[in-house]
């Protein structure tokens, strides 16, 4: 018998569950992105760095924050300021931004699919040296709750990403989010207050294999 209560309804969309072989070229680039972007030295946009910020903050519903630069994620100036403000670590400030690209990513990529470009991106030089650096930075500031990494393989990763789904109605969250990867990644935002540092002047990073770890210094002589 026909079943007319079907009539009309659009056939369910697969999802994408395997890469096209000209993506799986382009995995690769993307990490190489990134990987450059995480290990800049150049100076940040200052003026692009505070209105990304502050456009952040009122997407996640919060008053603007005062903005103070730094030259460095100074220790004893983010400890004062842990004491008295809530710290928001970017997992929490960025959420609502995080979502609305998850979700469209989930409409269009299988779940397997996502875990494994996922892993891809995260399980890289990208993420390796910036747990050390704030598990350095934490027992210096004496916090007791830990700070987010940098996670620039997050943002390798939803770049990646966008060329499966329709980009433009996340094109808004995706500029704010890739502009706060790119000139706000060593901020720290409180409650009312950011405090955005510059990159580092120099990075040296052990060769693959060789014992050592990342060190950082930064233009008024602090290193880590």
Not at 184 to 208: H, M, N
Not at 212 to 224: C, I, Q
């Amino acid at each position: 018998m026909l079943d007319l209560s079907r009539i009309g309804e659009t056939p369910k969309k697969e999802k994408l569950t395997v890469l096209a072989a000209e993506d799986q070229k382009q995995l690769s680039k993307m990490r190489s992105k990134w990987q450059k972007i995480a290990q800049s030295t150049d100076r940040i946009n200052r003026p692009r760095a505070e209105k990304t910020i502050q456009a952040i903050y009122a997407y996640a519903n919060k008053p603007k924050p005062e903005i103070i630069f730094f030259d460095s994620p100074h220790p004893p100036a983010i400890a004062h300021f842990s004491n008295q403000k809530q710290l928001y670590t970017p997992s929490y400030l960025l959420r609502k931004l995080r979502y609305k690209l998850n979700k469209a990513i989930r409409q269009e990529v299988a779940r397997s699919l996502r875990i494994e470009l996922h892993d891809y991106f995260l399980e890289t030089p990208l993420c390796e040296f910036s747990t050390v650096l704030y598990e350095d930075l934490e027992a210096q500031m004496g916090l007791t709750e830990p700070i987010a990494k940098l996670e620039m393989g997050m943002y390798a990763y939803y770049e990646f990403m966008r060329r499966f789904i329709d980009p433009k109605p996340v094109e808004a969250e995706w500029k704010l989010l890739q502009t706060w990867a790119k000139e706000g990644q060593w901020s720290f935002a409180f409650e009312d207050l950011c405090l955005i540092c510059d990159r580092p002047t120099e990075i040296v990073i052990p060769k693959a294999g060789k014992p050592g770890t990342v060190m950082l210094k930064f233009a008024d002589g602090v290193s880590f």
